[in-house]
T-cell receptor, first 114, second 111 residues
Framework: NAGVMQNPRHLVRRRGQEARLRCSPM?????VYWYRQLPEEGLKFMVY????????ESGMPKERFSAEFPKEGPSILRIQQVVRGDSAAYFC????????????FGPGTRLTVT | TQLLEQSPQFLSIQEGENLTVYCNSS?????LQWYRQEPGEGPVLLVT?????EVKKLKRLTFQFGDARKDSSLHITAAQPGDTGLYLC???????????FGKGTKLTVNP
């Protein structure tokens, strides 16, 4: 079974550009979560989605960040007008229905804003 | 304020030694997970514990969930260099699906 897939693995953007991070959950998983890991800090929850629905976005910054999980295709985390403080590792996780605590992580996307 | 405190922050030991790392909180968790993360990679799920007092074993690793479901420990017997990595605990509270993570224990096992 393929695990959680994320692409790109590394992304470099200049200040003001847009960043799009993609996540394909494990086969059979319908729940997707996005986390951010800043240098010297732990993983922080951002958003939880099911197909076509945002369930919990309490960890998302109010501006410039958005997430979607369409009926077809991967989940997308979109960061508009990136700033240097957005530089971090962004991880996607997925879980099977009914076992939300059992989250499996992808390899992450390392975003660098120059 | 960190909801889950992990200790020690760093641990360097020799191959063959035993070790225990801790994950503590003043809050109750409905489940607690342990992950291992290597540089440049995502966390890999090792175990989930859900019942107070629960003990789970995974080869040389023993995980325990506190009776009050506020803390957990990970014990490694006869550590090997392949055990080197960042060990993270994470917990879910109440009906929430989001995981709260500790900052981790960075373990180095020297040959």
């Amino acid at each position: 079974n393929a695990g959680v897939m994320q692409n790109p693995r590394h992304l470099v953007r200049r200040r003001g550009q847009e960043a799009r991070l993609r996540c394909s959950p494990m086969k059979g998983h319908s729940h997707v979560y996005w986390y951010r890991q800043l240098p010297e800090e732990g993983l922080k929850f951002m958003v939880y989605l099911q197909k076509e629905n945002i369930i919990d976005e309490s960890g998302m910054p109010k501006e410039r960040f958005s997430a979607e999980f369409p009926k077809e295709g991967p989940s997308i985390l979109r960061i508009q007008q990136v700033v240097r403080g957005d530089s971090a590792a962004y991880f996607c996780a997925s879980s099977p229905s009914g076992r939300a605590w059992e989250q499996y992580f992808g390899p992450g996307t390392r975003l660098t804003v120059t | 304020t960190q909801l889950l405190e992990q200790s020690p922050q760093f641990l360097s030991i020799q191959e063959g030694e035993n070790l225990t790392v801790y994950c503590n909180s003043s809050s109750v968790f409905s489940s607690l997970q342990w992950y291992r993360q290597e540089p440049g990679e995502g966390p890999v799920l090792l175990v989930t514990v859900v019942t107070g007092g629960e003990v789970k074993k995974l080869k040389r690793l023993t995980f325990q969930f506190g009776d009050a479901r506020k803390d957990s420990s990970l014990h490694i017997t006869a550590a090997q260099p392949g055990d080197t990595g960042l060990y993270l605990c994470a917990g879910a509270q109440g009906g929430s699906e989001k995981l709260v993570f500790g900052k981790g224990t960075k373990l180095t096992v020297n040959p």
